[in-house]
Nanobody, 120 residues
Framework: VQLVESGGGLVETGGSLGLSCAAS????????MGWYRQAPGKQRELVAT???????NYANSVKGRFTISRDNAKNTVYLQMNALKPEDTAVYYC???????????????WGQGTQVTVSS
């Protein structure tokens, strides 16, 4: 299973960016998709997750500014980021919890990461 991210880049404070992540490969079912981020010198942290049939979950720091969505037919997750702040600068990683076959074992996959830089 591969997760391929797109989007990201450089934006000024207050600007907007969109990220997308498409999962491909041996996929029977995706239980959850989401986004995490890691700033220099800091641990990776949750940004937003969206379980199948579940509720959206956001970090407090992004609530009201970021929106996560999924296109289940395309195995794709999106993150719309508005009102960006310099502290949002980080490498953003896509995550998916995938069931590959009828063993129903869950596997945790990560994308390669995409840089988001917000200038002040």
């Amino acid at each position: 299973v591969q997760l391929v991210e797109s989007g990201g880049g450089l934006v000024e404070t207050g600007g907007s960016l969109g990220l997308s992540c498409a999962a491909s490969g041996s996929i029977l079912r995706i239980h959850s998709m989401g986004w995490y981020r890691q700033a220099p010198g800091k641990q990776r942290e949750l940004v937003a997750t969206l379980p199948s049939g579940g509720s959206k979950n956001y970090a407090n720091s992004v609530k009201g500014r970021f929106t996560i969505s999924r296109d289940n037919a395309k195995n794709t997750v999106y993150l719309q980021m508005n009102a960006l702040k310099p502290e949002d600068t980080a490498v953003y990683y896509c995550n998916a919890i995938v069931v590959r076959d009828t063993s129903f074992v869950e596997y945790n996959y990560w994308g390669q990461g995409t840089q988001v830089t917000v200038s002040s």
